[in-house]
């Protein structure tokens, strides 16, 4: 199963202050918008989103279907294939999507430890 590019989508108190911190450690602007309140930071193949007031906690991201710049993959495994996948194997899913179909669309699965894991596809 392939998932995609893999991103930290981290939760923020400040976003100004997040981007200052992470342009330290050498991470670029990528992608977003200051404007709605998030941003991705790109430095190599790691990516950081910094969401300001969006979501309680820090999420694991993957995209299926995109490499870490954000170009399409193909082939790659739609995000229905691998959710059909997950509840095969005992996964529960917290947000499932409608079987078939195509395109865009994400779930959302938790780990045994409470860390929330979006598989998110954009294509």
Same mark, same amino acid.
Do not use: C
């Given at each position: 199963?392939?998932?995609?590019?893999?991103?930290?989508?981290?939760?923020?108190?400040?976003?100004?202050?997040?981007?200052? +911190?992470?342009? #330290?450690?050498?991470?670029?602007?990528? &992608?977003? =918008?200051? %404007?709605?309140?998030? $941003?991705?930071?790109?430095?190599?193949?790691?990516?950081?989103?910094?969401?300001?007031?969006? +979501?309680?906690? #820090?999420?694991?991201?993957?995209?299926? &279907?995109? =490499?870490? %710049?954000?170009?399409? $993959?193909?082939?790659?495994?739609?995000?229905?294939?691998?959710?059909?996948?997950?509840?095969?194997?005992?996964?529960?899913?917290?947000?499932?999507?409608?079987?078939?179909?195509?395109?865009?669309?994400?779930?959302?699965?938790?780990?045994?430890?409470?860390?929330?894991?979006?598989?998110?596809?954009?294509?």
């Amino acid at each position: 199963m392939q998932l995609g590019a893999f991103s930290m989508s981290l939760s923020v108190k400040d976003l100004k202050l997040s981007m200052e +911190f992470y342009e #330290n450690l050498g991470f670029k602007m990528f &992608g977003g =918008d200051t %404007n709605i309140g998030y $941003v991705i930071m790109k430095n190599g193949n790691a990516l950081i989103g910094l969401f300001q007031g969006m +979501f309680e906690k #820090n999420i694991i991201t993957f995209n299926p &279907g995109w =490499d870490e %710049n954000a170009a399409e $993959v193909k082939p790659f495994d739609d995000v229905r294939k691998i959710q059909e996948f997950l509840l095969s194997k005992g996964v529960h899913i917290e947000i499932k999507i409608p079987e078939g179909g195509s395109g865009p669309a994400n779930i959302i699965v938790t780990d045994p430890d409470g860390n929330t894991i979006l598989i998110d596809q954009h294509v």
